[in-house]
Every structure is written in structure tokens, then in C-alpha cells.
């Protein structure tokens, strides 16, 4: 189980930005796929992880996120502004749930892939389009 409380800024109108700035994060920040990032946040990642075999992981990750303060949007990873929070005080933004595999080929080798899908919640849904996010990704890891 993951928890992230990250700040967010209580005052949209004053000139100074309260917004945790996570600077360089890295862009598989909570999930594998995640269009959310790490500013006015809080999140909640349970995970089971099962290993058929020595050499293969298959993981289920649910993640839900809601506004740290309801008076701040929503950011992406890099950190530009997705969602102002000016068109909602719902806190909620939504469920994510994500499938991946890790296949250690070789000791030098990693092959992974991972499924999900974002679904919005209360706060997407009063901003703006609200459709269901897919997410899906292909990755190989070479050590050396």
C-alpha cells in the first residue's frame, strides 16, 4: 500500500504558488502510466504482486486521487496545469486501475508490459471532457 499527501495551494488569487513542486519527477511517478502528477494530491495505491515463476511478476494496482485543496487544479507530471480548480470543489479526480508483467528474460534482460485504464470522478466530470483514460505500455530494460 502506497500513500502520497502532496500540498497544494490554497490561494489561486495571491501571487505566491503553495503547490508542492516535486521538481524532476520522473514520469512513472505512481503507477506505470499515470497522467497525474505529483501537485496537490493524495493517494491511495493498494497493490498484490504474485510470481508464477522465478522469473515473471504480474501486479494489479488500483490508485485513487483527490485534490490535496480543493482551491488548486490538477497537474501533469512535468507540472503544467491540467485543471484549474476553479470549476469545482469536488475533491475526488478518479480510480485507476493498471495490470503489468515484469518477464526477467536474462540477468541482463527485463521485459515488461502494463494495462490500465483512468475512470474520472466528481471533479473531472465538473471541469470538463470526462471520458475514460486506456493506458498501455511496452518496456525493456537492459543491464549492463
Not at 488500483?62 to 469536488?90: H, Q
Request: charged residues 20%; proline residues 6%; negative net charge.
Amino acid at each position: 500500500m502506497m500513500i502520497d499527501y502532496i500540498s497544494g495551494d490554497d490561494d489561486p488569487d495571491d501571487p505566491e504558488l503553495n503547490t508542492f513542486n516535486a521538481l524532476f519527477p520522473r514520469g512513472r511517478y505512481f503507477v506505470a502510466q499515470s497522467p497525474i502528477g505529483p501537485r496537490n494530491l493524495i493517494h491511495l495505491q493498494p497493490s498484490v504482486t504474485l510470481r508464477p515463476r522465478d522469473d515473471l511478476d504480474v501486479t494489479l494496482m488500483g490508485a485513487a486521487y483527490w485534490r490535496e485543496s480543493t482551491r488548486d487544479g490538477v497537474y501533469s507530471i512535468p507540472g503544467a496545469l491540467v485543471r484549474s480548480g476553479r470549476g469545482s470543489n469536488a475533491r475526488y479526480i478518479g480510480t485507476q486501475i493498471e495490470l503489468s508483467a515484469t518477464w526477467r528474460a536474462t540477468q541482463e534482460l527485463a521485459l515488461a508490459v502494463s494495462a490500465g485504464a483512468l475512470g474520472a470522478g466528481p471533479f473531472i466530470r465538473e471541469t470538463g471532457s470526462s471520458q475514460t483514460i486506456f493506458l498501455a505500455s511496452a518496456m525493456a530494460t537492459f543491464k549492463y
